[in-house]
């Protein structure tokens, strides 16, 4: 007895939980949700269809019994235009299933003709104006479950009331009928839909809850794994769809940073070891350590290092869409200028300007920065001449830095402004870069929404082509 009290206490745990769930809607899942709404709006719309559909048909029927006395009392009323009331034929004052009773009344108000079940006293006690049928008149004793119809019309020997009643109990029983069977379809109806709403949500959410299954199990470790993709072409798929296609960007972010820090810690690496290595010679040889090693080695490396940090922190800010801080315009003709001049004073070969007048809005720090990268890239490879151009075309400034060295292939074009990337000839091997140069070129292009991408020169060598928006006037 002992050892079945914690199992007896689980389950009315159990049980607890469950009528917890049942009595707090804010704990249904969406399965019950779907189904009850449904049922609720099923319920509605049947309550509503029923209470039309029992309108129309009461004013159907009730239109047919008024139809039927009018014909009645348009047959009686043609007779008594050629005959008394005496000698009125017997057959237009028969009932059936609809007419209940006829009278003629005189105007008197004395019944003197009238069907064999008919009281004997009228009806109705209103009498209509000649020549109009008026319907649902008040009844007197006999006639409480009828519906009066009644006309004044002149006769061969007078002015008589022809009233008529019809018999109510087959429209009652009609409704009540349709209401009956309404009223017992309802429960089943709803229960229907509520149980296929139940189970169609069930069947959608397995595919869900797939998903979702799939989704926890990936980690940042492994990446390639891939949600499934249900065979139905619904919204379901294309949430799997679109989670596979963020998956592949996670992944391919998730990659890119890997190689971004690889690359990062090599390139970092290499001067560091540099410096290290000539502190440990500089320790176990003192006289070693001299203003040659320091203007050849021990400062070139740690310029190297600042350098590769400074670039590093911009392309960070522009992962942060914070690469652009200023707005104000500027004069590409003279940044140009200025960055040519520069190169000018630091290397022997020819660099031939073409520049027209433009200006647009940016940062002139940053602008100045991307044209140097290009220069200094088309220097370390080009092997006589340089060729600047500045052009005003389609609102756009067109800026071409183009060398003559070797060029860069086509396949590695698509590339070049990944960072960290190399070519895998001698353009990006062993010339000293660190492969960040052309990243920043193109963060900081694309902050000034503008365009840059490296084509073939003509006939040999790489052209780097900006575009930047003009400044609008």
């Not at 014909?71 to 059936?96: C, F, G, N, P, Y």
């Not at 006309?151 to 109510?168: E, K, L, M, N, S």
């Not at 839909?193 to 809850?209: M, N």
């Not at 320790?283 to 350590?289: D, S």
Request: proline letters at 4%.
């Amino acid at each position: 007895m002992i050892t079945a009290k914690p199992a007896r206490r689980s389950v009315e745990r159990g049980f607890v939980d469950a009528a917890t769930r049942l009595v707090r809607p804010t704990r249904w899942g969406l399965r019950i949700r779907s189904a009850l709404v449904v049922a609720v709006v099923i319920t509605a719309a049947l309550a509503i269809a029923t209470l039309s559909l029992t309108y129309v048909l009461y004013r159907s029927l009730i239109t047919a019994s008024d139809d039927a006395a009018a014909e009645r009392i348009r047959q009686v009323s043609s007779q008594l235009t050629l005959l008394t009331a005496a000698e009125l034929d017997r057959s237009a004052l028969a009932t059936d299933n609809r007419i209940s009773i006829v009278q003629i009344i005189d105007q008197a108000g004395q019944v003197v003709q009238s069907s064999t079940d008919s009281p004997p006293q009228p009806i109705t006690g209103d009498r209509p104006a000649p020549g109009a049928i008026a319907h649902d008149l008040p009844t007197t004793t006999g006639a409480d479950e009828s519906r009066v119809s009644a006309a004044t019309v002149d006769g061969r020997d007078g002015r008589y009331t022809i009233a008529v009643a019809t018999d109510q109990e087959e429209v009652e029983r009609t409704i009540k009928l349709v209401a009956v069977l309404v009223a017992l379809a309802t429960p089943f109806i709803v229960a229907l839909a509520a149980l296929a709403t139940y189970a169609l949500v069930g069947r959608s959410l397995r595919s869900v809850e797939n998903i979702r299954t799939r989704v926890a199990a990936i980690t940042s470790a492994d990446l390639t794994d891939r949600v499934p993709v249900p065979p139905q072409r619904d919204e379901i798929a294309a949430l799997a769809q679109t989670m596979n296609d963020m998956l592949t960007r996670i992944e391919a972010g998730h990659n890119a940073q890997r190689r971004f820090i690889s690359d990062a810690s090599h390139e970092l690496r290499s001067p560091l070891t540099t410096i290290t290595a000539a502190l440990e010679l500089g320790r176990a040889q003192p006289t070693v350590l001299d203003a040659a090693m320091l203007d050849d080695t021990l400062l070139p490396e740690a310029e190297r290092m600042r350098q590769l940090i400074d670039d590093l922190l911009l392309l960070a800010r522009a992962d942060e869409n914070a690469l652009t801080h200023r707005r104000i315009d500027v004069d590409l003709d003279d940044v140009l200028a200025t960055e040519v001049a520069r190169h000018r004073t630091t290397t022997a070969l020819t660099i031939d300007t073409i520049v027209e007048p433009a200006r647009i809005t940016g940062d002139p720090a940053q602008i100045s920065r991307a044209v140097r990268n290009l220069l200094d890239n088309a220097t370390r490879y080009a092997a006589t001449t340089i060729t600047v151009r500045l052009t005003c075309t389609h609102g756009n400034a067109h800026i071409e830095i183009a060398d003559d060295g070797p060029g860069i292939a086509e396949h590695d074009r698509a590339h070049i402004f990944d960072r960290f990337y190399r070519p895998q000839h001698d353009r990006g091997r062993g010339t000293g870069g660190s492969g960040l140069g052309l990243a920043i070129v193109a963060e900081i292009i694309a902050a000034h929404h503008g365009t840059v991408r490296i084509d073939q020169n003509v006939p040999t060598g790489a052209n780097a082509i900006i575009d930047l928006p003009l400044t609008k006037v």
